[in-house]
């Protein structure tokens, strides 16, 4: 039986991360994946372009049901720390909004960054390999669909379950679950929510429609765009509040922030009172949606010929829209998912399972799942980074 200092399951950003760490220590690295490719989360990330961390990350963006257990590895691999190796590797980037960094060319760049550093360490990737059981005996014993492996660490980072198509699956979890560590239940996250037959009839002909919105669950809100589609609502707010969002829940859109709409209307009526409501409205609302929400709240005519009562209804019904999705898209298009391997049973520091030394697990399988915006990118960085220490 072949043996290495570590095996690391998952030749996607923790995992390379993690073992580029630890074959720089010296260690002898073997990686596994079943995908034919590494990183291809990577490659696809960022419209092409792998938004890989975000200069605004702090735990509070951070969802886990341990808040503080991402604070080390963040703290002690920061984005700055990431920039500084794609500035060495001759990537150039670019910031966009809100603290998102992307490559200015393609996202296989970090790819190509990722798998050269590895090669240069002397850790060794193995691609189309199938990962069978795993059982501790001198360290641990790796059952491959090309034999056994054994190895003294093992370095979990297989992902969660978003994404199917592109080979994702619960390994990762059924991996702790069999060394005894427990599992917050996963679910799909920074997703596109679902509407119901009822609101779908009116809003299918909004679809391809965004905006700037403020939307809200409970007392989370966030401010980015909303996009309408043919089976609910999509963009970046509506991926962020997924996150918090739960299924039966209600989510408060406000489709004009940073508007007072009822003075507004008020003093439109006052110079422009011949002007049909729908078009006024048009000023702060797109033309298909102004449309819409005239309809919904039962609001029509020339505005002079609204009593303010309406005007405030119309109001009311652009700031304070009231959606209760059944349901989201799920891991089909998940970005990430929520939840998995509980913290409790983890060391902050060094990402390692408590009670089975030489275990780790970094990045998405772990309970830890950032906002949208690079921010999970750098989880995957610091806790590979972190993991790659000491494994």
Same mark, same amino acid.
């Given at each position: 039986?072949?043996?290495?200092?570590?095996?690391?399951l998952?030749?996607?950003?923790?995992?390379?991360?993690?073992?580029?760490?630890?074959a720089?220590?010296?260690r002898?690295?073997?990686?596994?994946?079943?995908?034919?490719?590494?990183?291809?989360?990577?490659?696809?990330?960022?419209?092409?372009?792998?938004?890989? =961390?975000n200069?605004? +990350?702090?735990?509070?963006r951070f969802?886990?049901?341990?808040? $503080?257990?991402?604070?080390?590895?963040?703290? *002690?691999? =920061?984005?700055a720390?990431?920039?500084?190796? @794609?500035?060495?590797?001759?990537?150039?980037?670019?910031e966009?909004? %809100?603290g998102? %960094?992307?490559?200015?060319?393609?996202?296989k760049?970090?790819?190509?960054m990722?798998?050269?550093?590895?090669?240069?360490a002397?850790?060794?990737?193995?691609?189309? =390999?199938?990962?069978?059981?795993?059982?501790?005996?001198?360290?641990?014993v790796?059952?491959?669909?090309?034999?056994?492996?054994?190895?003294d660490?093992l370095?979990?980072?297989?992902?969660?379950?978003?994404i199917?198509?592109?080979g994702a699956?619960?390994?990762g979890?059924?991996?702790?679950?069999?060394?005894?560590?427990?599992?917050?239940?996963?679910?799909?996250a920074?997703?596109?929510? =679902?509407l119901?037959?009822?609101?779908?009839?009116?809003?299918?002909?909004? &679809?391809?429609? &965004?905006?700037?919105? *403020?939307?809200?669950?409970?007392?989370?809100?966030?401010?980015?765009?909303?996009l309408? +589609?043919?089976?609910?609502?999509?963009?970046?707010?509506?991926?962020?509040?997924s996150s918090?969002?739960?299924?039966?829940?209600?989510v408060?859109?406000?489709?004009?922030?940073?508007?007072?709409i009822?003075?507004?209307?008020r003093?439109?009526?006052?110079?422009?009172?011949?002007?049909?409501?729908?078009?006024?409205?048009? $000023?702060?609302?797109?033309?298909?949606?102004?449309?819409?929400? @005239?309809?919904?709240?039962?609001?029509?005519?020339?505005?002079?010929?609204?009593?303010?009562a309406? %005007?405030?209804?119309?109001?009311? &019904? @652009?700031?304070?829209?009231?959606l209760r999705?059944?349901?989201s898209?799920?891991? *089909?298009?998940?970005?990430?998912?929520?939840?998995?391997?509980n913290?409790?049973?983890?060391?902050a520091?060094?990402?390692?399972?408590?009670?089975?030394?030489?275990?780790?697990?970094?990045?998405?399988?772990?309970?830890?799942?950032g906002?949208?915006g690079?921010?999970?990118?750098?989880?995957?960085?610091?806790?590979?980074?972190?993991?790659?220490?000491?494994a």
């Amino acid at each position: 039986m072949e043996r290495c200092d570590v095996a690391v399951l998952g030749a996607g950003a923790a995992g390379m991360f993690a073992a580029v760490e630890a074959a720089r220590r010296g260690r002898r690295v073997v990686v596994l994946d079943h995908a034919p490719a590494p990183g291809e989360k990577i490659r696809i990330s960022g419209g092409g372009r792998c938004n890989f =961390t975000n200069l605004s +990350t702090a735990p509070e963006r951070f969802l886990s049901q341990n808040p $503080r257990f991402a604070r080390s590895a963040l703290s *002690r691999f =920061t984005p700055a720390d990431f920039v500084a190796r @794609v500035d060495r590797a001759g990537i150039a980037w670019h910031e966009k909004t %809100l603290g998102q %960094l992307f490559c200015n060319g393609s996202a296989k760049q970090i790819v190509q960054m990722l798998t050269g550093a590895m090669a240069e360490a002397g850790a060794s990737l193995r691609l189309g =390999t199938e990962i069978g059981a795993v059982r501790r005996e001198r360290g641990f014993v790796i059952e491959t669909s090309t034999g056994q492996l054994g190895a003294d660490s093992l370095v979990v980072a297989t992902g969660g379950k978003s994404i199917p198509k592109m080979g994702a699956s619960g390994l990762g979890y059924r991996l702790a679950e069999s060394f005894g560590l427990g599992l917050v239940a996963p679910r799909p996250a920074l997703v596109p929510l =679902t509407l119901g037959e009822a609101d779908l009839a009116q809003t299918r002909a909004l &679809a391809g429609v &965004a905006l700037p919105v *403020r939307i809200c669950c409970g007392r989370v809100h966030f401010d980015e765009a909303l996009l309408f +589609t043919h089976r609910g609502i999509s963009g970046p707010a509506v991926l962020q509040i997924s996150s918090y969002w739960r299924e039966g829940e209600a989510v408060l859109v406000d489709l004009a922030p940073g508007h007072d709409i009822g003075a507004a209307l008020r003093a439109a009526r006052a110079e422009a009172g011949r002007a049909a409501v729908h078009n006024v409205l048009a $000023r702060w609302l797109p033309e298909r949606l102004a449309g819409f929400v @005239v309809a919904r709240a039962g609001v029509a005519g020339r505005l002079a010929d609204l009593p303010n009562a309406a %005007l405030d209804q119309l109001a009311e &019904a @652009v700031h304070r829209w009231q959606l209760r999705p059944p349901g989201s898209e799920g891991y *089909r298009t998940a970005e990430v998912t929520l939840g998995g391997v509980n913290t409790q049973a983890l060391d902050a520091r060094t990402l390692g399972a408590r009670e089975v030394p030489g275990l780790y697990f970094v990045g998405e399988v772990v309970d830890v799942t950032g906002w949208l915006g690079g921010y999970n990118f750098q989880w995957a960085w610091s806790s590979g980074w972190a993991a790659g220490q000491v494994a």
